[in-house]
């Protein structure tokens, strides 16, 4: 006989054979069975891996049971990053996997996570400004996700420049006057 126990660290669950945690974190099977273990993270947390008997990293978990075994998985905090475009046009985009916004403006990130965002002005408007982000050097914001967070990328419209040519009639062969009637 043989034993099998579950540490979690964070919040989340791990099931298997025998095994609840964190109610119930210990199971005793027979020499020689393998034992599947699987884990549901918490609200507000991630699943980011797992260590010990015979398990590592983020995939399935089978345990085989030829002696006692011991297994910790890990649930890490993770925080939403919400983006809003204010003013004209424009995108903001993120170094990693989540945010390109207008069309995807929010994701969650691990606590640990530090985002990089990058705002670029379309349709001829420049980026203007960051608000409510920590970090800011010209058009890009960077953000350590070790809470919630709500930025917001201002763009200025398009500017044109207006040309106003005044032609003489001896050049152009026309006259053209402005009357003033009150």
Known sequence: VSTASVTIAGSGTVT????????DCLGT?????SVTLTQLAGSGYRFTGRSGGTCTG??????????????????????????????STGTVTSNVAGINCPTDCSEDYLNTATVILTATGTNG?????WTGCPTVAGNTCTVAMSQARNVTATFNPPTFLLTAAFMLAANYGFYSSFKHQE
Do not use: E, K
């Not at 298997?16 to 109610?23: D, E, N, R, S």
């Not at 089978?62 to 919400?82: E, G, K, S, W």
């Not at 408007?125 to 400004?129: E, L, V, Y």
């Open 125 to 129: 408007a420049t980026f203007g400004s």
């Open 29 to 33: 099977y027979n020499h020689g069975t």
């Open 16 to 23: 298997g054979p025998q095994i609840g945690c964190p109610t």
């Open 58 to 87: 983020i995939n399935a978990c089978v345990v085989p049971m030829d002696m006692a075994r011991a297994v910790t998985a890990t649930f890490t905090p993770i925080f939403p990053l919400n983006v809003t475009i204010a003013g």
